[in-house]
T-cell receptor, first 117, second 111 residues
Framework: GAGVSQSPSNKVTEKGKDVELRCDPI?????LYWYRQSLGQGLEFLIY????????KSGLPSDRFSAERTGGSVSTLTIQRTQQEDSAVYLC???????????????FGPGTRLTVL | GQQLNQSPQSMFIQEGEDVSMNCTSS?????WLWYKQDPGEGPVLLIA?????ELTSNGRLTAQFGITRKDSFLNISASIPSDVGIYFC???????????FGAGTILRVKS
């Protein structure tokens, strides 16, 4: 597609359940980012994939959070044993991935709104 | 912690007025990006800046990359109701590969 897509757009789950959020980046973009945005807040960096390099996981808030990127394209963010404080909008972005150039402009998907009851 | 200070936190202005918001940091940045986020949507890139002193326009929007490389501003001229939303500054720090975001400026416009 023309832009970054994410699914589902909304997810309601019960505390303790696992959830998987999906991101389809723009075709040809080698860099993929996950962010979390709590209500009325700015964006919190979670994890960054660049090509075949090991991902930068420095923003993941706990070991309940993990992400993978298969085939250098689609990415899945998994949250295990969800807690109420995990409720937020999870945003995915992609870029061409060449740092220091115009190619590192990040383009965002519409986000997945996660509600943990 | 927050490495970018974005101000003001919110603005409530009359339609037709000009708007100015800015971001500052104690760190040096080599890229500044300004985004707008509408309710229920992801942020949309408005303007990208890559050189100190660079002044770039996109319609009624103008943004500048500060000479010190530690700040940037965004101006919106002759605001209209559809300018309502949250504006975020973001930047890549020197030697960094992660985009750092400001906390956002909420813009409301009275028609």
């Amino acid at each position: 597609g023309a832009g970054v897509s994410q699914s589902p757009s909304n997810k309601v789950t019960e505390k303790g359940k696992d959830v998987e959020l999906r991101c389809d980046p723009i075709s040809g973009h080698t860099a993929l980012y996950w962010y979390r945005q709590s209500l009325g807040q700015g964006l919190e960096f979670l994890i960054y994939f660049q090509g075949n390099s090991a991902p930068d996981k420095s923003g993941l808030p706990s070991d309940r959070f993990s992400a993978e990127r298969t085939g250098g394209s689609v990415s899945t963010l998994t949250i295990q044993r969800t807690q109420q404080e995990d409720s937020a909008v999870y945003l995915c972005a992609s870029s061409l991935g060449l740092a220091g150039t115009t190619y590192n402009e990040q383009f965002f998907g519409p986000g997945t709104r996660l509600t943990v009851l | 912690g927050q490495q970018l200070n974005q101000s003001p936190q919110s603005m409530f202005i009359q339609e037709g007025e000009d708007v100015s918001m800015n971001c500052t940091s104690s760190s040096i940045f080599n890229t500044w990006l300004w985004y707008k986020q509408d309710p229920g949507e992801g942020p949309v890139l408005l303007i990208a800046l890559y050189k100190a002193g660079e002044l770039t326009s996109n319609g009624r929007l103008t943004a500048q990359f500060g000479i010190t490389r530690k700040d940037s501003f965004l101006n919106i001229s002759a605001s209209i109701p559809s300018d309502v939303g949250i504006y975020f500054c973001a930047g890549y720090m020197e030697y960094g590969n992660k985009l750092v975001f400001g906390a956002g400026t909420i813009l409301r416009v009275k028609s």
